[in-house]
């Protein structure tokens, strides 16, 4: 899979699409997906049944009445699931149910909460006193996904459940707990397939912080070129990425990792090597490397 070239992107304009009203929630998100090359009829949402939300194999378990117990544990019945997250789960442009190998994270639907009452999940609830809620409310947090090892988790308040797209929080750690990962989970959505698609579907280019220090002013260079696209710092494993974006190319500036600094994906080779000019000397004999997808 190649991403369409017919026409090219500029990503440097995407907080303007971001911001633009939208006739659905997930437009913006299948203008993106196409941008990188999905036709949304490579899976049927006819193969996957909403109302299950589990494995057949599970239903064979010779354990199934205690992993039955566990699950009532850990969700919350009078908790209503956000219509986003259910519309999420059978449209039928969901990349994520096409090909989870993409993302690389373990969904939870329904979701669960933490603190974990089964056991199983890692964060604790939002800290008292923390900004993210009231005082005296509601401190739990309903996890819908989570990192591959569950290093984070992604879920909304358990407060905030009755709204149609609620803000998503991720867990950064014991001492910050929670943070906003995303001002809704759409949008959430949309920062995943944005964080993940084009460094598989694309072009890309890694610079670390020992290329970057051939040039003190290179980043300063990429930075000014390749405008903020408008999203949340995006946290995980330790992580603070902005993305950035450009004719045909999104830049991860991860402001945390040393070793991974910057990270382009390109829609076509030309835009990742326009960027590495840039750069100029942090980039001498490096030259991008082709779609793994």
């Known amino acids: ?48 049944d909403p109302d299950l939300w589990e494995d057949e194999d599970d239903e064979e378990d010779e354990d199934e009445d205690e992993d039955d117990e566990d699950e009532e544990l850990r969700v919350d019945p009078n908790l209503s699931v956000p219509l986003a997250l259910r519309e999420w789960w059978t449209w039928p442009e969901n990349t994520f149910m096409a090909n989870a190998r993409w993302y690389w994270t373990h969904p939870e639907m329904p979701p669960t909460l933490r603190p974990d009452p089964g ?15 009231p005082p005296g409310g509601d401190r739990r947090v309903c996890v819908f996904m989570a990192e591959y090892q569950y290093c984070n988790e992604w ?15 991720v867990s950064v750690g014991d001492d910050e707990g929670w ?46 070129a390749y405008p903020d696209m408008g999203l949340l710092p995006w ?44 750069l100029g000397a942090p980039c001498k004999g490096s030259d991008p490397e082709p779609p793994r997808d």
Not at 19 to 42: I, K, M, N, T, Y
Not at 122 to 133: M, N, R
């Open 235 to 278: 946290r995980e494993l330790g992580s603070d990425i902005v993305l950035r974006g450009g004719p045909d190319l999104i830049v991860r500036h991860d402001r945390a990792d040393p070793e991974d600094v910057l990270l382009l994906a390109g829609r076509t080779e030309a835009a990742v090597r326009e960027a590495a000019a840039l």
């Open 119 to 133: 056991g199983w999940g890692v964060a604790g609830a939002v800290p008292d006193g923390s900004p993210l809620l």
């Open 155 to 169: 879920g909304y308040a358990a407060a905030e459940a009755g709204q149609d797209d609620p803000r998503v929080l």
């Open 1 to 48: 899979m190649t991403p369409s070239i017919e026409h090219a992107v500029d990503y440097g304009q995407f907080a303007a699409r971001l911001a633009a009203p939208r006739a659905s929630r997930w437009e913006l998100l299948s203008e993106v997906q196409r941008e990188w090359g999905f036709e949304p009829d490579e899976w049927e949402p006819d193969e996957w």
């Open 179 to 224: 943070a906003v990962q995303d001002r809704s989970v759409s949008e959430y959505f949309l920062h995943l397939a944005l964080i993940r698609l084009p460094f598989r579907l694309g072009w890309t280019l890694r610079v670390s912080q020992e290329q970057l220090d051939r040039d003190p002013a290179a980043l300063g260079r990429l930075t000014a």
